[in-house]
């Protein structure tokens, strides 16, 4: 059964189950929901080949250089947080390094910190920063009312 597709200047088609099986299961670096917008995004300059639109020549450079090193070492079958899916070609590398990036932050970082780096900027976001900072914050005495 088809849980997503995205097609190329068409809509997105999402399964409900599988979406709902997502968000039933957090941190396990499946999301189909992010999955499917990110080829959406890789999509904008027309091509799906795992680049999305960047803001300059550096930033593409520095993008394709990160996830070519990566897409390399999953293929060798070295242990990471990516599953082996995302080897299967450069689109569905940044689909599913988008689906780890959000899901399992803590894990992309701390096990793959440049490809974490150029998924932060190109989102604008550091969601490991926030789960860091959320569980100090839940641990002292003020959040916890102790």
């Not at 550096?58 to 599953?83: D, F, I, N």
């Not at 899901?103 to 793959?112: C, E, I, K, S, W």
């Not at 490809?115 to 900027?121: K, P």
Request: net charge negative; aromatic share 10%; charged share 25%.
């Amino acid at each position: 059964a088809l849980s997503g597709q995205a097609h190329h200047r068409g809509p997105v088609l999402i399964s409900w189950n599988a979406a709902r099986r997502s968000l039933r299961r957090p941190g396990l670096g499946e999301n189909v929901v992010l999955h499917e917008f990110a080829h959406k995004l890789d999509m904008l300059d027309d091509f799906l080949d795992g680049t999305p639109p960047l803001p300059d020549d550096g930033a593409r450079t520095k993008w394709v250089e990160v996830c070519e090193m990566e897409l390399s070492r999953l293929r060798r079958g070295e242990p990471g947080p990516l599953r082996p899916y995302a080897g299967t070609n450069p689109a569905e590398f940044f689909a599913v390094a988008t689906e780890v990036f959000f899901d399992r932050p803590l894990a992309l970082h701390d096990d793959r910190p440049e490809l974490y780096r150029v998924l932060s900027e190109f989102y604008g976001q550091d969601p490991a920063g926030r789960w860091r900072s959320w569980s100090v914050s839940t641990t002292t005495p003020s959040a916890t009312g102790r």
